[in-house]
């Protein structure tokens, strides 16, 4: 049968399993072809693969239950009924995704769930036809393995902290452009952390999804343990979590607080959200109505049924103002290094400079 003829190949062609380490470092100028059905690829893949399903959704399911209550072998003959008709297309589309990416090298990187019988059976038809073909062992299970050690790492973090409105993410891109290593937790959660946070952006990723693109980012930096920047944050961004491990690194790191006067990050606030969607600043008010009191939460949303901004953002900020003492102190607590750095304006040029030579 041909699947069971692919595990002979894999011993006799060019086709090789590495581990996890050396495949990343090989995708950074291979593509990597994710062959799992379509739903489990939405879920959650490898940052950059691409997606090329050996079976649809409906067809994974198919097999998956002749297995269950037929047997392996009706399983694998159900599989090759799949297969046979798509190995012409298949060869296609990673011709095209190399041409399409400008790729003259014929080196693919392949995986599925466990490294098995998904990813060996693209990876014979691939090796027949010339290309260099390499499979994750233990696939994408062993991939999140290292997601999840990786948040163990002893990150050298150095938070950005300052009361909403500070300018930190934009502090941050000016770290950035000074040569610092910086992580966007807001970016890779496509969510600015308050209320008004999702309005305007794609939606966010799943909790896996974030996880996986959290860990690439830092492996940027493992060897190095280079001093890493990054906002402060509360654990939850919108839909998704940060990982308790790293959560606790952020809680130990110094932290560096941005004071800004009140009247500018409220100027700061209304230039970046009051443009928004009038209904949908309401409803994002509504959302937090528990925390903020029914009275606050009228006033805050007849404000803006009057076209005042400036005065709804100020009922919101003060009420920030309090959450985000209420972490401070906490980090007060626990002995965390907090250095105050007063600044006239939002994020001002000087104050980069100040970070990078600390």
């Not at 072998?73 to 060869?91: S, T, W």
């Not at 906490?330 to 750095?341: F, G, Q």
């Amino acid at each position: 049968m041909l699947i069971t003829l692919a595990f002979l190949f894999l011993k006799k062609v060019g086709i090789e399993k590495i581990n996890i380490e050396p495949f990343l470092l090989l995708a950074k100028q291979s593509p990597i072809i994710d062959v799992r059905s379509p739903a489990e690829y939405q879920h959650a893949h490898i940052p950059g693969a691409y997606s090329l399903p050996l079976f649809t959704n409906d067809e994974r399911a198919i097999i998956g239950t002749a297995y269950k209550q037929e047997s392996r072998e009706k399983a694998i003959k159900l599989g090759l009924d799949f297969f046979g008709p798509k190995m012409k297309l298949l060869v296609e589309n990673v011709e095209e995704l190399c041409a399409n990416n400008l790729i003259s090298s014929k080196t693919i990187l392949i995986y599925c769930w466990r490294g098995g019988l998904r990813s060996a059976t693209i990876a014979w038809l691939l090796d027949m036809y010339g290309f260099k073909v390499f499979t994750l062992t233990g696939g994408y299970k062993n991939f999140r393995k290292y997601v999840l050690e990786t948040f163990r790492a002893d990150f050298n973090l150095h938070i950005l902290g300052g009361y909403t409105g500070s300018g930190k993410t934009e502090l941050l891109h000016q770290l950035e452009k000074k040569g610092e290593a910086i992580i966007d937790l807001e970016k890779i959660a496509h969510h600015k952390g308050s209320a008004f946070g999702n309005i305007g952006l794609q939606l966010q990723p799943t909790q896996e999804m974030f996880e996986n693109i959290l860990a690439t980012n830092l492996n940027q930096f493992v060897v190095q343990k280079e001093k890493i920047w990054i906002e402060d944050e509360s654990q939850r961004i919108g839909l998704v979590n940060i990982p308790n491990d790293f959560w606790n690194n952020m809680r130990k790191a110094p932290v560096y607080f941005l004071a800004v006067d009140f009247e500018e990050r409220l100027h700061h606030i209304v230039e970046e959200y009051g443009i928004l969607e009038k209904q949908k600043m309401i409803d994002a008010v509504g959302r937090i109505q528990q925390r903020l009191g029914g009275l606050e939460t009228k006033n805050a949303i007849d404000h803006l049924l009057n076209n005042d901004t400036v005065s709804c953002f100020r009922i919101l900020l003060t009420y920030y103002d309090r959450w985000y003492e209420k972490g401070l102190s906490k980090r007060k607590e626990n002995n965390s290094a907090l250095s105050t750095i007063f600044c006239e304006t939002v994020t001002p040029l000087n104050v980069s400079k100040l970070l990078v030579d600390s």
